[in-house]
């Protein structure tokens, strides 16, 4: 009566032990700026409660497995946007961007088979993937360079006969980083000559600050092997509706993974209905949105690179910042922050980049930052932050 | 580029082929009543919807991973009424059932284990199964018996090294048995004696019909060993819900699930909001369901077993009642019902049980029916299943 190995292997949370000091450092009349946690705090559309408000329904019924009809139409006529033309049968409502991770690696993978990631990557992705017995096969990437990817030798050197997909999140958590079209472009070249798909998370199409935006969907070459995984999460700022979505073109991909939608019934029906109508927000919003991220993003990353010894490419998208720290053990710098640092009774907690990465020992000195508070308490946030590196370096000399 | 093994090895849904069936009936002008479906039609208790529309927040953020709390409150204190005492940390909220389900194989079995499940069983526990790389060996029992459980050596002759739990639901689906303390009594001792899981999902528990029931979460020789599985969705008819949970005593069981539960990240934050609204509505709407229940079982079952050859124990809980009918395939006799047969422009959809069965040949000449319609509907389709049998029963001497 043991539990499984596949579900041993998956780490618990750290999260909690630094929470705890976070805890702590409140019960002491602190106040502790979050940067380490990925939940906006941008309002909502106020059409999606509205649309709820409005059910009128008796009886709250299934939904279609596949997920309500509008909804994916909504989803279809959004992609287009992007210069992705998916047909209704070719999307699949889920509950959020997880869901659809989970099914995705259940039906591409069997039991020993391997996914290429870059890494740092979303730490979730490592869960998913020992949940149900698939390893990952981490493409190292690095501050230095922005977190872009290494050359296609390095990339293809990671594959082998259980090597089943490349999985990546662009614009990426935990880096901000946006793949060039060249990148994608040799991603696309590689998933074609080793037969591999391509897991494409891009929850964060919206949150992109320089440059031009290209989903590997728009690519002709691999338009067959492309698998997306998107969210309302992020983009609507709804983590807590869990409606996300998969996109693909591959027909035996989308026949298998039904049959997991159909197991698992529905999504919520409320939530979908709530959901068709954040699609139809007007776009001042999401232009907003991406100016606000632009500005706290530029606020932040100005005061860090402050701090002679930080290592840090301005990154392009998402809302994330990982930076390189002149410290021996992020961790400890973190708990540091938490229980000796203040300045008038205010502190700062970012989050250790260690578990966003699978190779031992990296990401040790790296912090992720995640710029979800309004500019007024980032810029205090972000002194703050610069104020303690440069104080802890000197206690640390 | 394939579809994984164990996708490949959930059989696709058969439903549709009949629905195709239905679709034609319907536009010929016939009607059909559905007793295929477990969809019910009651009345959602309105206090679900209520708190949803009261709902403030201007950020609709994700909940915790575990649950609200709530709803796991609410839970635990609801337990109460049938002598359960979880603690808080004991319960947690999932996604539907269906969500509980999945992630307890994850969590208690490696691939190639399997798990003893009595069958005719609900359909999803086999894809969510197979699509775990876990074997389900089934438990045969039978309509000549109620579909109560054979004896206790014919049970542990199907444990091998590689069992490591007994699942089944009950009251049950799709065969309405309702489980003695005896038969739960024999199934505790099993998995006491052979060191088994037991996960229990008890989504029905209120829909008894005569006699006492009994959670064998009741049972003190498995408090450590019981994982129940419920939902809200029979219990309130809140279906599009996906309001599910979970509650175990075993603490390693809890602390490796939890691990899923915070890669999930969490469970929608509105419909747990409904939810807890569900587990308050006054007592009188469960008792009155029930009744109305019982009345539809008697409706249904009166009239079937009038037909010859009908083998059909009344069922004591559920709201699906299963025969075995003097018919060499209950799928022929099911798209005859809905091509060839009508009384007055009207017939009816059984669903035929043989997906309820792994055993090859099982169930071929058996069909689940599900009373889901009032009284007033079902006393028709009653009327027409059992004319459309014997005129079946003569075509087919």
């Known amino acids: 009566m043991n539990i499984s190995k596949r579900i041993q292997s998956v780490p618990p949370s750290t999260i909690m032990e630094l929470l705890t000091f976070a805890a702590k450092a409140k019960n002491q009349g602190k106040k502790v700026y979050h940067l380490n946690i990925g939940q906006p705090d941008i309002i909502t559309p106020e059409g999606f409660l ?23 139409e909504a989803i279809r006529k959004y992609y287009t946007n992007y210069n992705l033309d ?17 099914f995705t690696m259940l039906t591409i993978c069997d039991e020993g088979d391997n996914v290429l990631v870059p890494e740092p990557f979303y730490s979730n992705y490592f869960n998913f993937s020992k949940s149900v017995g698939v390893n ?19 990339i293809v050197s990671k594959i082998n006969d259980k090597t089943k997909a490349i999985l990546f999140s662009n614009p990426g958590n935990p880096t901000g980083v946006v ?30 600050y320089e440059g031009e935006y290209v989903s590997i969907g728009t690519l002709d070459k691999v338009k067959d092997r492309v698998i997306i995984v998107d969210s309302v999460s992020k983009r609507y700022s709804a983590c807590g509706a869990r409606i996300g979505s ?21 999504v919520p029906t409320l939530e979908q209905l709530g959901a068709i109508e954040l699609y139809k927000t007007d776009n001042s919003y999401l232009k907003e949105v991406n ?5 706290r993003r ?47 009774g205010e502190t700062v907690m970012p989050c250790p980049a260690e578990g966003f990465y699978q190779t031992p020992g990296l990401g040790v000195d790296e912090i992720r930052l995640a710029y979800v508070l309004n500019t007024k308490d980032l810029s ?9 590196l440069e104080t802890y370096l000197k206690l640390n000399k």
């Open 50 to 72: 509205k649309a709820i408000r409005e059910y009128k329904g008796e009886v709250l019924e299934y939904a279609l497995s596949e997920g309500l009809p509008e909804l994916i």
């Open 86 to 102: 998916f047909k209704n049968d070719e999307i699949l409502i889920t509950n959020g961007g997880s869901e659809a991770l989970l």
């Open 136 to 154: 990952i096969n981490p493409i190292t990437t690095l501050a230095e360079n922005g977190f872009h990817l290494p050359g296609k030798e390095e």
């Open 179 to 208: 793949y060039t079209k060249e990148e994608l472009e040799m991603v696309a070249d590689i998933a074609v000559e080793h037969n591999l798909w391509i897991i494409a998370d891009e929850v964060y199409r919206e949150f992109v």
């Open 246 to 266: 998969l996109a693909s073109k591959n027909k035996p991909f989308m026949e298998g993974i039904l049959k997991l939608c159909q197991a698992r019934l529905s």
């Open 291 to 295: 100016e606000e991220y632009r500005q």
């Open 298 to 344: 530029d606020v932040l990353y100005n005061e860090l690179i402050k701090v002679p010894g930080v290592i840090c490419k301005k990154p392009s998208g998402a809302f994330y910042i990982v930076a390189k720290l002149p410290v021996k053990d992020a961790d400890h710098f973190t708990k540091w922050l938490l229980s000796d640092f203040d300045i008038n």
């Open 380 to 388: 205090k946030a972000a002194t703050i932050l610069k104020e303690g």
